[in-house]
């Protein structure tokens, strides 16, 4: 049996250990949630006075170039862009992701209108995060596009002729389960389609290479396991060859002012700037993006200490705890595992399912009671969050995010003992962790 | 002649006076640029530390419900909305005025290529900001829609069976000349268009009536006249009728989780939310929209002391002094006025225009030379901004911005009085004066 002991061990041992320092992990807290909203850095609250009090409350219109807010979207882009496999100035930092794949997506379909007007389809998982299909749905609609959706293990036979896209998250937000970009990438290119990569899950937190890979397009999130602050500008990166066309006026039709070529010559014709900058559109939230840089700037510390390689092997050690943990001290309760076992296939997360028939009450009332297990952990001070099954092949989930910036083996093996110690005691049958609320 | 001692007596008898307390102007600085970027409320530094100190560092991704972060886009509404005549719950703060105008244009086209699909034309003025410009260029190019340009007194003229939408900003950012919303609207409806404002250089600077007029859709900006902070989020407001419109399911592309009828049902298939919120997309920038909140306080502050009509007649007395002192003291240096005398037609800035044959160097080598002598305002401590013409109908301008918050009189006597000595002293010739680089 591993012991607490043993996992305190582990932590003295890790060479990642010091990269804790900089955030602010709140005293007495297991936070496994950073694939929702990652943790403060340190030197946010700073950053965060500096911009406020001193760019603008004393610098005003001229921090623009004096403090180089102009700058933030591509200097940003620029640190993100090691950790996905992107080459600098290829990378923007700017919007959410849901609008940043609106940009990618109609990008996608301009050019596959223009080359191969023949396809009509874009072909996504039925199990992606509702926002992707939600925009695919609306930009299907306005332009006359397909979406069909299909199960992970179908991807292959869905791709033919008549598929202009493919759209996937690396990434899934339910079960942590992790395609092979290359791979995938590589099918989807034999059947003639362009593929849009959702980073929102993988950035930061496992080692991507969309250059490697091939891929066309992709889009990510700040405040994930980039650490940027809640709803920090997203990121938008597209394959040099897309992103310089000049034979599509419109890429996208977000077309605004900082996107243009000239974005000061203020000419009433719209010209795009000829890289990834055309997926600029408006003015950004300055204090936002700016703090995201505190949150990438983590990753700039974990450099000398082997960097994304070495997190990620770290990752990996916590999730393969996380798991064992799990198996060897909470058995008879009813949890099954929704995450993959596979290396190759496992993202940052850890995602219990919990049996209905396991469910609280004895008149069956609480359902499957991962929401209630969840809320009384929270109430013990270690946070995750639920997701709801749809009744059928969906089951509900316990998710645990396990962010090696920050969270270490000791924090893996109280965390799992808390679980335990809910599921032994009932006390998640309170009526008091029952009331749902919204959470993201 | 008017002089500074009349100035400051202004100051002294101005009711609106104690709300300059409520922001932080720097010290030696005349700040006449709030149409670009406003001035720091006093509250914001506090503002800030607490969201990004406590409820992103402590509260976590529990904020999203403790500090009621999902509630922001709703709140801030309701604090824009009674400034541009709107109703409660009508009004969300969110994203920038660039991607706000792309959503309510893109429903205004929907609404119309559905309700009356013969007509394929957007009107608007060939001197709007060119950012709209470009948003609806990309549109017109992705919807097949036409987009006509024409003179302001062309308007009238333009309008006809073929229109669909008729998109104009409110306030001209080049001139400072205001539509009568009223009117246009009105002569709009009766062509059978849509129209939609941009209210970028209206809100909290002049009353704005958007029910009244019978407005179809509005967006504007957080960080002019709102005082919002860098970049801070835009709103974006549709009269009932058409946001509570069910039988489109895509009344905009955007469709984003936030914009679900159930954003936490997590559900494969879009729902838009029946009112204002089906324009939420991604997830916000939760600290810039927060520190928005500050800005919008001072309205509520002014409220007890007349509200937006006491700042309005403030903000005329304020453009009618400076454009007084300007004809008093800075005579024979080829200025003009660009912005209307007429009350009803001016917004909240003067913009003066300088004669090309006025400028400078013997060889005319520094053109109008606006340019140089904004920079050697901006030295002197004058912070103004210059916009280029066009060498043609639109001259060079020297556009001053009079937020009636925390502008008094005795400023623009000595922001006057600086630029008569930037005038009389020829030190605007300096070359250090007409290196150009990007300023909003």
């Given at each position: 049996m591993t012991t607490l002991h043993d996992c305190q061990q582990r932590d003295a041992a890790d060479p990642l250990r010091p990269l804790r320092e900089l955030f602010s992990v709140p005293k007495g807290l297991i936070y496994l949630d950073g694939n929702s909203l990652g943790v403060m850095p340190k030197s946010a609250p700073a950053r965060a006075a500096q911009v406020v009090g001193q760019e603008w409350g004393q610098g005003l219109i001229r921090a623009w170039n004096a403090a180089a807010w102009f700058d933030l979207p591509q200097r940003l882009g620029d640190k993100i862009a090691p950790l996905i496999g992107a080459g600098p100035g290829e990378v923007v930092a700017t919007d959410s992701t849901s609008i940043n794949l609106f940009k990618v997506l109609s990008?996608?379909?301009?050019i596959a209108a223009n080359d191969q007007p023949a396809r009509r389809t874009i072909v996504s998982e039925r199990s992606n995060f509702p926002t992707d299909l939600y925009i695919a749905e609306g930009l299907c609609a306005q332009r006359g596009y397909t979406l069909q959706l299909v199960e992970p293990d179908e991807i292959?036979?869905?791709?033919?002729?008549?598929t202009a896209v493919l759209m996937l998250t690396h990434v899934n937000y339910r079960t942590g389960a992790m395609h092979d970009m290359a791979a995938v990438t590589k099918a989807a290119h034999a059947a003639g389609a362009l593929v849009v990569w959702d980073l929102a899950h993988s950035a930061g937190a496992v080692p991507v290479d969309l250059t490697g890979a091939g891929a066309d397009f992709a889009v990510g999130c700040g405040y994930k396991y980039l650490n940027g602050g809640p709803g920090a500008p997203a990121f938008v990166w597209a394959k040099p060859l897309h992103a310089q066309r000049t034979d599509l006026r419109f890429l996208q039709p977000l077309s605004g002012w900082w996107g243009h070529a000239a974005p000061f010559a203020f000419t009433p014709?719209?010209?795009?700037?000829?890289?990834?900058?055309r997926s600029l559109c408006g003015t950004q939230p300055i204090v936002s993006l700016a703090l995201l840089e505190c949150g990438l700037d983590a990753f700039k510390a974990a450099e000398p200490l082997g960097g994304i390689a070495a997190l990620r092997a770290k990752s990996l050690a916590l999730t393969d705890l996380f798991i064992a943990l799990v198996?060897?001290?909470?058995?008879?309760?009813g949890l099954g595992l929704a995450t993959p076992r596979d290396h190759a296939r496992r993202g940052s997360q850890v995602c219990l399912t919990r049996e209905h028939a396991a469910g609280g009450a004895e008149d069956g009332s609480l359902g499957s009671g991962a929401f209630a297990i969840m809320q009384a952990l929270i109430a013990r001070g270690v946070i995750g969050d639920y997701r709801a099954g749809d009744g059928g092949v969906h089951k509900d989930i316990l998710r645990f995010g396990l962010t090696p910036l920050y969270i270490g083996y000791g924090d893996v093996w109280n965390a799992v003992e808390q679980l335990r110690q809910v599921l032994v005691s009932g006390e998640w049958k309170l009526p008091a962790f029952h009331q749902q609320h919204a959470v993201t």
């Open positions: 990008a996608a379909l301009s292959g036979a869905a791709l033919g002729t008549d014709d719209y010209q795009a700037a000829p890289g990834i900058e198996e060897e001290r909470c058995q008879g309760f």
